[in-house]
């Protein structure tokens, strides 16, 4: 059962819940979809998708991952200041004057080109430790790896420098996120070549990695990225149990939320005749409605903005929003709704009674890729619950 911990409860108005009971399923889900072996890396950039940096990195290493992805050497940090002992890879290479970071965090470096793997060895050697790098080749993400041509000087010049170790080779197929056809296949065949390469030079690491989540329920690219001698894939959104557009059709999310985001009835109120629920005159009300106040506005989720015609949950119905979210609230319609109070729950993403609202449907109204919708602004207090514990914390 999920305990229950009033405490600081009162105080919050808008917040977002994390479960990491989910977040570990999902985990546990992803890993029996994969050949046995594979080693999975979460993505935990941007803050997590949103969902807290700290708690959750920690959670996922409770939870037995094999490692943890951040975009830059900041967010590295915060994981070793949370207290993550686990391996973690930054995808951006380090700048010059970020060269000693990876040895002082024992963070693994992202390296691209010959000078960059002698700049980062130079730094290793002068801190006295050794770096572990993964070697990232360009395969269609324009600009962001190596190019696969000069691939074999770049391993080389890894594994000939006594400061750092060689342990791992990857792309990114950009090809998975797009509407195109092969979902990246051509990519990842391409990479294919390269570690071909790469093995007969004798340049080959224990970690090959390409695939993330959207690739996950694509046996094309699972079987291709197993032919290839794949040994660990990347994943952010499925843990987060975020669905990319697209993809997967109808089909059940294999996947499950993690984040609801809920707010408290602020005032109920009415607008009559001629006040306008909203900035635009378009909005104006055309008869005397009875409408909620939900601190909920686009400072706490500027998606929210757009999402004209959206509904939130009351008392378990749907409430219609109006007009266009305030830079701290929004109007939602209680005609359908009576005998709601202030201090009633609305939820904004996730399930009230037997109705919900997913991510995915915020996304597909507001234009937005899923994986945005979880960035909220400073103000939503996050609450992590697992199994056994219930926490409130801001981070
Ligand atoms: C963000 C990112 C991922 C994770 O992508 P998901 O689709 O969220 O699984 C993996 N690899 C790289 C290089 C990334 O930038």
């Known amino acids: 059962m999920t305990g229950t911990r009033t405490g600081r409860r009162g105080s919050t108005t808008v917040w977002a819940d994390i479960d990491l009971h989910a977040l570990g399923r999902n985990l546990e889900r992803l890993r029996r979809g994969l050949p046995s072996g594979q080693a999975v890396f979460g993505v935990v950039k941007a803050d997590a998708y949103g969902h807290g940096i700290g708690p959750v990195g920690r959670a996922l290493q409770r939870f037995g991952i094999d490692g943890l992805v951040t975009a830059d050497m900041g967010e590295g940090i915060a994981l070793r200041r949370a207290g993550v002992t686990a391996p973690i890879l930054v995808i951006d290479p380090p700048l010059p004057s970020q060269l000693r970071l990876p040895a002082l965090h024992r963070l693994s470096a992202t390296v691209t080109s010959v000078a960059e793997a002698r700049a980062l060895a130079t730094a290793a050697n002068r801190a006295g430790r050794t770096v572990g790098v993964h070697v990232r080749v360009d395969t ?213 009674g037997d109705h919900r609202i997913t991510l995915e449907d915020v996304a597909a109204r507001s234009g937005l890729r899923p994986s945005a919708v979880p960035l909220l602004g400073p103000r939503v207090a996050r609450r992590y619950r697992s199994n056994t514990v219930e926490e409130d914390r801001r981070e």
Not at 241 to 257: C, E, K, N, Y
Not at 259 to 284: H, I, N, Q, W
Not at 296 to 319: C, N, Q, Y
Not at 323 to 332: E, I, K, T, V
């Open 140 to 352: 269609g993400f324009g600009g962001f790896g190596a190019p696969g041509p000069g691939l074999t000087d770049v391993l080389a010049a890894v594994s000939t420098a006594p400061a750092l170790r060689l342990e791992g080779l990857y792309t990114h197929l950009s090809g998975a996120y797009g509407p195109y056809e092969d979902g990246g296949l051509g990519e990842l065949e391409r990479f294919g070549e390269t570690v071909g390469t790469a093995r007969t030079a004798g340049l080959l690491p224990p970690l090959v990695h390409a695939l993330s989540s959207p690739t996950l329920d694509r046996s094309a690219l699972t079987g291709a990225a197993r032919n290839i001698g794949c040994t660990a894939v990347r994943c952010g959104a499925a843990l987060f149990g975020i669905r990319m557009a697209g993809g997967q059709g109808d089909a059940p999310a294999p996947f499950a939320p993690v984040m609801s985001v809920k707010a408290r009835v602020s005032r109920v109120t009415a607008l009559e005749p001629g006040d306008f629920a909203d900035y635009a005159a378009a909005s104006a009300a055309p008869r005397s409605t009875p409408v909620a106040v939900i601190p909920f506005g686009f400072s706490d989720g500027h998606h929210l903005h757009r999402l004209t015609g959206g509904v939130l949950l009351i008392r378990g119905r749907p409430a219609p929003i109006l007009g266009r979210a305030f830079m701290s609230n929004l109007l939602a319609d209680l005609t359908d709704i009576p005998g709601v109070q202030p201090g009633d729950e609305a939820v904004l993403i996730g399930r009230q």
